[in-house]
């Protein structure tokens, strides 16, 4: 039996953190399904589908990573609920800094509450990658600064047109 776990996100856009918690994750599961949400009535730079495309091209394209391993979707559901629909029994989430801890604690906790068959895995961010944010690359991409180390060449390649 194989072990799926889930990595959510808005991905507004993926970052090479993103990325980073991708791979790592990788380890820990056989699939692993990146989820991008449409929910929590933020205003996202880039569509649903937009980000859906940008995340494939960046894993796929990019960085070659193997499709039969990740499956990239779009949802508009609670997490647990994604999880009980593609039987995945792990979601993965990926800490940046203490200050994403709190948040995150209480999310997993009400998550625990939902379906107590899912575990919540916290991989903090390489420490190259603490600093990275998808709010702060669009800042940068937006003033023309140079984003390359923090997104993939199809993710800079998305920001430019957007903001061209």
Same mark, same amino acid.
């Given at each position: 039996?194989?072990?799926?776990?889930?990595?959510?996100?808005?991905?507004?856009?993926?970052?090479?953190?993103?990325?980073?918690?991708?791979?790592?994750?990788?380890?820990?599961?056989?699939?692993?399904?990146?989820?991008?949400?449409?929910?929590?009535?933020?205003?996202?730079?880039?569509?649903?589908?937009? +980000?859906?495309?940008?995340?494939? &091209?960046?894993?796929?394209?990019?960085?070659?990573? =193997?499709?039969?391993?990740?499956?990239?979707?779009?949802?508009?559901?609670?997490?647990?609920?994604?999880?009980?629909?593609?039987?995945?029994?792990?979601?993965? +989430?990926?800490?940046?800094?203490?200050?994403?801890?709190?948040?995150?604690?209480?999310?997993?906790?009400? &998550?625990?509450?939902? &379906?107590?068959?899912?575990?919540?895995?916290?991989?903090?961010?390489?420490?190259?990658?603490?600093?990275?944010?998808?709010?702060?690359?669009?800042?940068?991409? =937006?003033? &023309?600064?140079?984003?390359?180390?923090?997104?993939?060449?199809?993710? =800079?390649?998305?920001? =430019?047109?957007?903001?061209?």
């Amino acid at each position: 039996m194989s072990k799926i776990g889930i990595y959510p996100g808005t991905f507004d856009p993926i970052t090479i953190g993103h990325i980073d918690i991708i791979k790592r994750s990788l380890k820990i599961v056989d699939r692993l399904i990146v989820a991008v949400s449409n929910g929590n009535s933020k205003d996202y730079l880039f569509s649903e589908d937009e +980000r859906v495309s940008i995340v494939k &091209n960046s894993l796929y394209k990019d960085l070659k990573l =193997k499709t039969q391993r990740i499956k990239v979707l779009s949802f508009y559901s609670l997490t647990t609920s994604l999880c009980s629909k593609h039987k995945a029994t792990i979601i993965f +989430r990926g800490l940046r800094a203490v200050s994403d801890f709190e948040d995150e604690f209480q999310l997993a906790g009400m &998550n625990r509450q939902l &379906n107590n068959k899912i575990e919540t895995v916290f991989l903090m961010s390489d420490p190259d990658n603490q600093v990275i944010s998808s709010k702060l690359v669009k800042e940068i991409a =937006k003033l &023309n600064g140079k984003i390359d180390k923090f997104v993939t060449k199809s993710t =800079k390649r998305a920001l =430019k047109e957007k903001y061209d």
